[in-house]
Every structure is written in structure tokens, then in C-alpha cells.
């Protein structure tokens, strides 16, 4: 059964950085694309940054210049490092998997985790 945990989550002065974690277990993680994803409250799901098998990455556009997504292999985990924080940012921040390929789609993704909240105050 593969579980994603996310961590790094917290409150944070606009300006301020975070690192957000998501730990992999139960699966073949060095061959799984991992994407990040958030939603704010009355909001819809939102793509933010994805990394494939072979850490080739794509940004969302809010997300190009500030957000940087990574993985270690080794430790089955992939980050997400988000400097220059603003209000907007504010919203549950999710990590999932899917085979291979990264895409924008949530629903492509087969596993993921719980979410950690992210708050950006002004």
C-alpha cells in the first residue's frame, strides 16, 4: 500500500520561505512522478509544481520563480522549497503520485497524502 505523508506545513510572514516534505513509503518511488497541489478554502484543487522519474519539472505560473520541487531518491521523499511567500499562497497544500509522467491533471494521480496547512499572514 503506498502512502504519501506531507510536513513543513505552518505560519509564516509574507516574505518568509517554508519547506514542505513528502515522505513516499510502500511503493516504487524512483519511478513515480510527484506533484504538489493546493486548495485554498472555496476554492478548487490547484496544480503548483510537478517533478517526473527523471526530475524534469514544470511550474504553475503563480508558482515560476519562487517554488522550487525536488527529490531525493534515496530517501523516497520530494520537497518543496517556496520562498517570497504571499497571502495567496495561503491553502492546504497536498503532494501525490502517479507512474512515470508528470501532469497538471489531479485526477491522474493514483496515491495521496493528507495535506499540510500552509498560512501566509500579511
Known amino acids: 500500500q503506498v502512502q504519501l505523508v506531507e510536513s513543513g506545513g505552518g505560519l509564516v510572514q509574507a516574505g518568509g520561505s517554508l519547506r514542505l516534505s513528502c515522505a513516499v513509503s510502500?511503493?516504487?518511488?524512483?519511478?513515480?512522478?510527484m506533484g504538489w497541489f493546493r486548495q485554498a478554502p472555496e476554492k478548487e484543487s490547484e496544480f503548483v509544481a510537478a517533478?517526473?522519474?527523471?526530475?524534469?519539472?514544470h511550474y504553475a505560473d503563480s508558482a515560476k520563480g519562487r517554488f522550487t520541487i525536488s527529490r531525493d531518491n534515496a530517501k523516497n521523499t520530494v520537497y518543496l522549497q517556496m520562498n517570497s511567500l504571499k497571502p495567496e499562497d495561503t491553502a492546504v497544500y497536498s503532494c501525490?503520485?502517479?507512474?512515470?509522467?508528470?501532469?497538471?491533471?489531479?485526477?491522474?494521480?493514483?496515491?495521496w497524502g493528507q495535506g499540510t496547512q500552509v498560512t501566509v499572514s500579511s
Open positions: 510502500g511503493g516504487a518511488f524512483s519511478t513515480y512522478a
Open positions: 517533478i517526473n522519474w527523471r526530475s524534469g519539472t
Open positions: 501525490a503520485a502517479r507512474d512515470l509522467t508528470l501532469t497538471t491533471t489531479p485526477t491522474a494521480y493514483d496515491y
